[in-house]
Each structure stands twice: as C-alpha cells, then as structure tokens.
C-alpha cells in the first residue's frame, strides 16, 4: 500500500513538472561555422606597410525561434562586437598596440538581404553594431531563421594605412600579438 502511494506521488509530480517546462520562450542563437582563429601573417614588407586583408574570416549562421507569446515578440537581431572582456589593447610579448589596428566588418552570406551592414568598424572595448536585421512583410515573425539558411560572413583588417585603416605597422616593434574579439547576438522587438 505504502509503496503504491509512493507510485502515484512520483506520477502526478512527474505530470507537474511537465506542464512546468513546456512553456514556450523566445531564443536567438549565433553558431560559428568556421573561422573562430585569424591569424594575421605579417611576412613581407608589402604586408607590413599596406596591411592586410582577411575578406572571409569566420561565417556565423543564426537561429531565432520566435514563440507565440503576446508581448514578446521577436523581431530581428542586432550583432555586436568588442575586444574580449573590454582588453584596452592588442598585446605582444613585449609590445602593445591600438585596438583600432583592426577593423571588422559583417555583411549577408545569405538569407539575411533585408539587413544593414555597417561596413568596417574599429575594434574598442565598447560594444559596436556590426549589422542589424530586422524581419519584413514578407518574411513574418511567424518565420523562423535557421542557421543553415541564415548566415553571416565577417571579413576582418588589420594595418591599412589611412584614408582606408587606421595606420599601418611600419616602424612597430616585431613580435606576437593577440586579441580576443568577442561577438554579441543580440534579439530585437517588444519585450526585449
């Protein structure tokens, strides 16, 4: 008897644990498909007084499920970007440099052609907007993005003398530098 108690206790918390759960949420996901190391090779004078270029760097795909919850629908997404945990400058064995010694820029692989891209940004420890996407008439809210249909390539710079960059690495001293560049999806519309 004791035990059948038991039984049918473990039932109903199991059915109330599964009502609890199902409720429906917004979610908007970033996935790296490839790049998440660029290296910048700096191995000929060339390189070092006109920079370089990496113009397919990394590809992101996106997913956003958008639920059916009144209030909180999601619209679009903005992507952001920033030196890993605000590092005030790109650091070398021994050296520094500037942040804005690089420069990224986002822009559609496909299936977001409706977004705006901002071109290319400097690299500060300040969250900036590399590109917006917001759903249209013809493509609802009630459509969801798939990171296989959705995607999103990053093309990065680094020493591009002026007017294009923001200066090139003649005269800098030789070493290994490394920066960690974070990247931020971040969900757009009511409630958010």
């Known amino acids: 008897m004791h035990l059948t108690k038991m039984f ?15 409720q429906e949420w917004n979610s908007a996901r970033i ?8 290296p910048f090779n700096f191995n000929t004078m060339d390189k070092i007084k006109n920079g370089i270029e990496i113009a397919t760097g ?15 629908d999601l619209e679009g997404f903005d992507l ?11 650091k070398g064995d021994v050296s520094l440099l500037p942040l804005n010694r690089i ?7 496909f299936g977001l052609g409706g977004g705006i891209t901002e071109g290319y940004e400097d690299l500060t420890t300040n969250w900036v907007r590399l590109f917006s996407y917001t759903k249209t008439p013809w493509n609802p809210p009630a ?12 093309s990065y710079e680094c020493g591009k003398p002026p007017p294009v960059g923001n200066g090139s690495l003649m005269g800098e001293s030789p070493d290994y530098y490394n920066v960690e560049i974070e990247f931020e999806l971040m969900p757009i519309g009511p409630g958010f």
């Open 103 to 109: 420069r990224v820029k986002a822009e559609n692989g």
């Open 143 to 154: 459509d969801d993005l798939k990171w296989s249909d959705s995607q999103l390539i990053i």
């Open 8 to 22: 049918f206790a473990l039932i109903l918390m199991l059915a109330c644990a599964s009502v609890c759960v199902s």
């Open 58 to 72: 990394t590809a992101f795909g996106i997913s956003l499920a958008d639920s059916s919850k009144v209030g909180h």
């Open 31 to 38: 996935t790296v498909l490839y790049g998440s190391d660029i």
């Open 80 to 90: 952001n970007f920033r030196s890993f945990n605000g590092q005030p400058n790109i």
